[in-house]
């Protein structure tokens, strides 16, 4: 008897070990990933709100050390329509000097952020620029998709960084002309190959074209899906294909964030053909990519519209 009470008394203190070991290791490993390891003095912490932002920004601080950029969701995120801050968001922020966000309504969780973090430097990158209206009167926030506009938030951005970290003005300046020499070459560059094509009607995923299309004469005859995230409805994706059939639209844009199944159904339907076009809210972390990504977009678009 006593033996196996000794017994069981061992086992429970080496149970108890264990656990305490498995505890203390599940504590080191949740340290969280997307918080940065303290930052050191003088150094700013710019945090982004998503992947837009988070390029445009890293253009404007190339080639200064002593700040740090940090994306605040990750690169799969995509546009922000409905996210609900995360607490490792929070604890992202707490370390932030200065937000950079787009705006126009993109960024839905604001008011959470300017309630927690009163001290926070908060850079709208759409500030003052002329938006456009979705169907339910509300401001339309894909207008980066614009490289006019998308130019004005650079200049936007780098005011505001000028003026919260002026140690490093003269060169959010000159990193912001830089950069907008290169953005107007792919400007004018995507209407020599854009201006000419046949074809201007276009069916898109979501509604993040509307400044795009503005920009390049393009009509947008219908929106596969009003919610981005969620398939449309037996009845949406009805109506969808009788629009495209008595349009004539050949060409349907999925994009690469999105399930294409919709895009796949239409076009069984309708006869038009799938591409993807990119409305650029991931890839790689790349300041270029911006770039890159729209002229991708335009090689596509040439071969749909010609
Ligand atoms: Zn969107």
């Known amino acids: 008897m006593r033996r196996w009470q000794r017994n069981t008394r061992l086992l429970l203190i080496s149970l108890l070990f264990c656990s305490l070991t498995l505890l203390l290791a599940g504590c080191e490993s949740q340290a969280p990933t997307s918080v940065p390891q303290g930052k050191s003095e003088g150094q700013t912490t710019i945090v982004t709100s998503f992947y837009p932002m988070y390029i445009l920004t890293q253009n404007l601080c190339s080639g200064i050390d002593d700040v740090q950029i940090i994306n605040m969701t990750?690169?799969?995120t995509?546009?922000?329509?409905?996210?609900?801050?995360?607490?490792?968001?929070m604890k992202t922020l707490e370390q932030a000097d200065i937000f950079v966000i787009n705006g126009a309504g993109m960024e839905s969780?604001?008011?959470?952020?300017?309630?927690?973090?009163?001290?926070?430097?908060?850079?709208?990158?759409?500030?003052?620029?002329?938006l456009l209206k979705d169907e339910h009167g509300e401001d339309n926030p894909h207008v980066w998709l614009s490289i006019e506009l998308y130019e004005k938030q650079v200049e936007n951005v780098a005011r505001g960084l000028a003026k919260a970290d002026p140690g490093h003005a003269e060169k959010y300046q000159a990193n912001a002309q830089a950069y907008k020499v290169q953005l107007e070459e792919l400007r004018l560059r995507m209407h020599q190959e854009l201006d000419g094509v046949e074809e201007k009607k276009i069916a898109t995923f979501h509604e993040?074209?509307?400044?795009?299309?503005?920009?390049?004469?393009l009509h947008i005859v219908t929106v596969i899906s009003r919610e981005p995230g969620s398939e449309p409805s037996a009845e949406e994706l009805a109506a969808t294909v009788k629009t495209i059939k008595n349009t004539g639209v050949k060409a349907l844009f999925a994009e690469p964030q999105y399930s294409t199944r919709a895009a796949q159904t239409i076009a069984r339907e309708t006869g038009a053909r799938v591409y993807i076009l990119d409305p650029i809210v991931s890839g790689p972390d790349d300041k270029n990519a911006y770039i890159q990504l729209m002229e991708k977009n335009m090689q596509t678009l040439k071969e749909a519209l010609q």
């Open 109 to 130: 969780f604001m008011d959470k952020v300017i309630a927690q973090q009163k001290d926070l430097t908060i850079i709208e990158a759409s500030r003052g620029l002329a």
């Open 208 to 217: 993040a074209f509307p400044y795009f299309a503005q920009e390049f004469d």
């Open 78 to 89: 995509g546009c922000l329509h409905d996210y609900q801050l995360t607490p490792d968001d």
């Open 74 to 76: 990750p690169p799969q």
